[in-house]
C-alpha cells in the first residue's frame, strides 16, 4: 500500500493511545515495559518492522551490559529471573594488550580474578528482545510485529503549548495500513531516526570511528590459547570466556562476548584514520587484518564460518534535541550514541527511558511538564558529553599496556562513583539531589575531562612497550575499587546518598592527584593542563602507603 492510501485513512478511525512508541527493539520494548510497571492504566501502542520471534545468536549487537543497564533490566523492570536464568552472568571487562602477539599468557592483563560483588549480564540480544516482546504483550502492550511506520505527524512545534492536540501515525502490515493517534509520540526506532530525519535534529560529533562485527558458532574461551597452569589458575572460577574479553592494541581494541544460545560475538572497533574500513569491511579482509593485529585469534577462527558480518562507518552522533515539550522523545540509538567501548548502549536506553517515563507520568497527573523537559535534556547531553570525554581523541591510548589500565581505573571510578550511583540509587531524575549536588558534579566533569586530556598528553610523551613484562592488574584486589562496585546496590536515604556522592567525588580528586603526581615524577609534560589547576591545591598528598594504586600499575620506564 502506498502512502497515498495510507492518507486515505479517516482519522475519525484512528486508533487512539497514551503513548505510541516507533520501534520495538531494545529502547521500544523495555519503555513500554517500565510504562506498564508505573501505571498499568497507561495505553502504550509500540510499532515494531520486525517479524517476532527474532533469531537468537545473531540478531543484534549490543550484547555486553554495565551497571546501569544491568540494574535497569533487572530491577526496575523487574526481569532478574531471566537474566540469571536465560543470559550468562558476565565475569567484568578484561583486557589483554595483544597487538601482534600469539602468547595471550605473555601479555599483560586487566581484570578481576573474581567476580565483582555488582552483576552485570551477557545478552543474546534475540533471546532478550523475544522475552521482552513477550512481557509487552502480557503486560497489555499493543505490539504491532511485522509493521512500518510509513508516515507521522508531530504536534507542531509553534510556539503555542501542545494542549489536547495529537500526534497522528500512519503504519502498514499485512492487514493493510491502519491510522493511530496519540498524546505522546516516541521514537525508538534506532539509526533510521525518523523523528530526527523528520525535524532535522541529526548533530555530528568529532569522534571518527569505525566498526565491524560477527557472530561465530560455539564458544571462544582464551584458556584454550595457553597452557600455562600458573595462569589458567589466576581466575576463581577459571572462566575468562565469560568477560567481555578486549584485545588491545594501537588505535583499536577487538570484543569477544558470549552468548547464551551458544555463539560468540566478535567487532573490531578502531579509529578511522589508524585502521580504515576498506582493511577489514569484508570477513576476508577481517581475517588477513586479524593475522597481523590479533593473530591467536585468528588462528582459532581458522577454517570457521561466521554466522553474519556487518560494519557501521563513523558510528557515532550527537543529536541536537531528544525530549520536547509537545510531548515527543527520542529514546535509544534514535537519539545518540557515543562507543561501544565500556558498553554504554544500555545504559543510555535505561536514563532516557527514566526521563522519559518521568515526564508521561507527570503530564498525565496533569502537572506542567516544560521545565521538567530542560532539566532532564540538560542532564542527559551532559551525562553524554561525560562519557564521549573517555573515547574522543583517546584511541591510540589502548594499545598501551602501561598507561591504558590507569585510564580504565579512572574510567570506572568516575562510572562507579559518579554516574551509576545516580541511576542505581533511584537519583537520576531526583531534581531535589541533583540540585544539591550541582557543584560536585560539575567538578567531577571538569575533572574527567582534564584528566582525559592528561593522560592523552601523557601517552604522547612515553613510549608504548607491549613486549614489557607482563602483569596481571587485579581489579578485585583494590578494596576501594571492589567497595565501589559493591556499593551501587545500596538504597541510601538522602542525607545517606549524598554523603557517599560527595566521598566518592573526594576519592576521584583523590586519584587524579596520585595519578598526576606519578605522571610528574615519570616524564617532563611540557604543557599547561587544567588538571593541574583542578587537583594541586584541591588534594592534599597522601602519606606513604595510602596510594589507590601500587606500584604495580605504574610500571612505565622514566623518560628523560
Known amino acids: 500500500m502506498h502512502d497515498s492510501a495510507l492518507h486515505d485513512v479517516a482519522m475519525d478511525d484512528a486508533a487512539l493511545h497514551d503513548v505510541i512508541i516507533m520501534g520495538g527493539g531494545l529502547a521500544g520494548l523495555t519503555l513500554a515495559l517500565q510504562l506498564k510497571r508505573r501505571d498499568p492504566s497507561i495505553d502504550v501502542c509500540v510499532i515494531e518492522r520486525q517479524q517476532h520471534p527474532v533469531r537468537e545468536a545473531a540478531f543484534k549487537i549490543g550484547e555486553s551490559t554495565v551497571e546501569i543497564g544491568a540494574w535497569y533490566f533487572a530491577e526496575v523492570l523487574g526481569l532478574r529471573e531471566h537474566m540469571e536464568q536465560a543470559q550468562i552472568k558476565k565475569f567484568g571487562f578484561r583486557f589483554f594488550f595483544s597487538d601482534g602477539r600469539m602468547d595471550i599468557d605473555g601479555c599483560t592483563e586487566l581484570g578481576a580474578s573474581t567476580f565483582l560483588p555488582f552483576p552485570a549480564w551477557q545478552l543474546d540480544r534475540g533471546r532478550f528482545e523475544n522475552m521482552l516482546a513477550e512481557r509487552a504483550r502480557h503486560a497489555g502492550v499493543h505490539l504491532h510485529a511485522g509493521a512500518r511506520v510509513?508516515?507521522?505527524?508531530?504536534?507542531?512545534?509553534?510556539?503555542?503549548?501542545?494542549?489536547?492536540?495529537?500526534?497522528?501515525?500512519?503504519?502498514?502490515d499485512t492487514a493493510g495500513g491502519h491510522a493511530l493517534q496519540a498524546r505522546w509520540l516516541i521514537d525508538a526506532s534506532g539509526r533510521v531516526g525518523l523523528v530526527k530525519r523528520k525535524l532535522g535534529l541529526a548533530k555530528a560529533n568529532d569522534h571518527n570511528a569505525n566498526a565491524v562485527w560477527f557472530r561465530v558458532p560455539g564458544r571462544i574461551d582464551p584458556h584454550d590459547w595457553s597452557d600455562d597452569a600458573a595462569w589458567l589458575g589466576v581466575c576463581t572460577p577459571p572462566d575468562r570466556w565469560r568477560s567481555t574479553n578486549h584485545l588491545c592494541g594501537p588505535g583499536y581494541w577487538l570484543w569477544l562476548i558470549p552468548l547464551a544460545s551458544g555463539a560468540h560475538s566478535v567487532g573490531i572497533v578502531c579509529d578511522a584514520v589508524a585502521h580504515p574500513l576498506d582493511t577489514m569491511n569484508t570477513f576476508d579482509k577481517t581475517m588477513t587484518w586479524l593475522q597481523k593485529h590479533q593473530p591467536r585469534l585468528a588462528q582459532a577462527l581458522a577454517g570457521v564460518k561466521p554466522m553474519d558480518f556487518a560494519f557501521f562507518r563513523d558510528f557515532s552522533y550527537d543529536c541536537a534535541q531528544v525530549f520536547s515539550p509537545q510531548r515527543w522523545a527520542l529514546t535509544g540509538e534514535a537519539g545518540v550514541f557515543l562507543d561501544p567501548f565500556y558498553s554504554p548502549g544500555s545504559d543510555f536506553i535505561a536514563i532516557s527511558n527514566t526521563?522519559?517515563?518521568?515526564?508521561?507520568?507527570?503530564?498525565?497527573?496533569?502537572?506542567?511538564?516544560?521545565?521538567?523537559?530542560?532539566?532532564?535534556?540538560s542532564l542527559y547531553f551532559s551525562f553524554y558529553e561525560s562519557t564521549l570525554a573517555m573515547y574522543h581523541g583517546q584511541y591510540d591510548l589502548f594499545g598501551d599496556p602501561l598507561l591504558m589500565p590507569l585510564k580504565v581505573a579512572w574510567d570506572y571510578t568516575y562510572y562507579w562513583g559518579v554516574l551509576a550511583p545516580l541511576f542505581c540509587g533511584g537519583r537520576i531524575a531526583d531534581l531535589t539531589v541533583m540540585a544539591r549536588l550541582r557543584n560536585e558534579l560539575a567538578r567531577a566533569k571538569a575533572l574527567n575531562a582534564a584528566m582525559q586530556d592528561f593522560l592523552r598528553v601523557w601517552h604522547e610523551a612515553s613510549p608504548t612497550d607491549n613486549t614489557a613484562t607482563p602483569r596481571l592488574l587485579d581489579q578485585s584486589a583494590l578494596p576501594w575499587f571492589a567497595e565501589l562496585n559493591r556499593a551501587l546496590a545500596d538504597q541510601l536515604d538522602t542525607p545517606a546518598?549524598?554523603?557517599?556522592?560527595?566521598?566518592?567525588?573526594?576519592?576521584?580528586?583523590?586519584l587524579a592527584f596520585e595519578l598526576r603526581a606519578e605522571a610528574r615524577s615519570q616524564v617532563d609534560l611540557r604543557k599547561d593542563l587544567a588538571l593541574d589547576d583542578l587537583v594541586i591545591e584541591r588534594v592534599q598528598a597522601p602519606a606513604d602507603g595510602e596510594r589507590l594504586l601500587d606500584d604495580v600499575w605504574y610500571a612505565r620506564a622514566v623518560v628523560a
Open 497 to 510: 546518598f549524598l554523603h557517599r556522592m560527595r566521598g566518592n567525588i573526594a576519592q576521584l580528586e583523590r
Open 355 to 377: 526521563y522519559i517515563t518521568e515526564l508521561i507520568t507527570k503530564d498525565r497527573a496533569g502537572e506542567p511538564i516544560d521545565a521538567y523537559v530542560g532539566v532532564y535534556e
Open 150 to 172: 510509513r508516515s507521522f505527524e508531530p504536534i507542531d512545534d509553534d510556539g503555542q503549548p501542545a494542549g489536547d492536540r495529537l500526534h497522528t501515525v500512519n503504519y502498514e
